[in-house]
């Protein structure tokens, strides 16, 4: 249950001001069709980060636990300090995003913008952390549209509420608190 809980809280804070949060507010100003949009960031998060986790877990078995665990504390420790800075949304193809309606567009557009991203990279970190495929990708899946779907129903409104410099804070001190804890946990300390 901590592979859940862990994965979806540092997710659902990660992906505050994230470009895929700022994709999702693009598209619901666009389509102004919630459904289609959450439906679609739904099946492009599951898919993207079941196969990061899977990753993550394959990854973990080439490697020692401790070295495993130098890898992963550093990582978690970057990852927290990539949350400093701030996403920009990238510019949709408008005769695409015409051309296939809004769920298809989300499903693709999200996909794409998941890979390499930092949501990804921490799902792959996660899964390879906890060696559990499931409970990761559903907690940063849940994670996701925990973020995601208020900004789709409420827009930009969202957006401006939240002091994005905090959430940012928060964000990047989970990262780095589990990079700490898996960097003692390498180095025997705990």
Partial sequence: MDAFLISLSAVAVAEIGDKTQLLALVLAARFRKPLPIIAGIFVATIVNHAMAAELGIIIAGWLTPQILNWILGVSFVAAGIW???????????????????????TVVAFFLAEMGDKTQIATIGLAARFHDLVYVAAGTTIGMMIANVPAVLLGDVAARALPMQLVRGTAAAIFIALGVVTLLQATGLV
């Avoid at 510019?91 to 769920?103: H, I, K």
Wanted: no cysteine; charged share 35%; net charge negative.
């Fill in 83 to 105: 949350m400093l800075i701030p996403d920009k949304a990238d510019d949709l193809d408008e005769d695409a995003v015409s051309r296939f309606g809004p769920f298809i567009t």
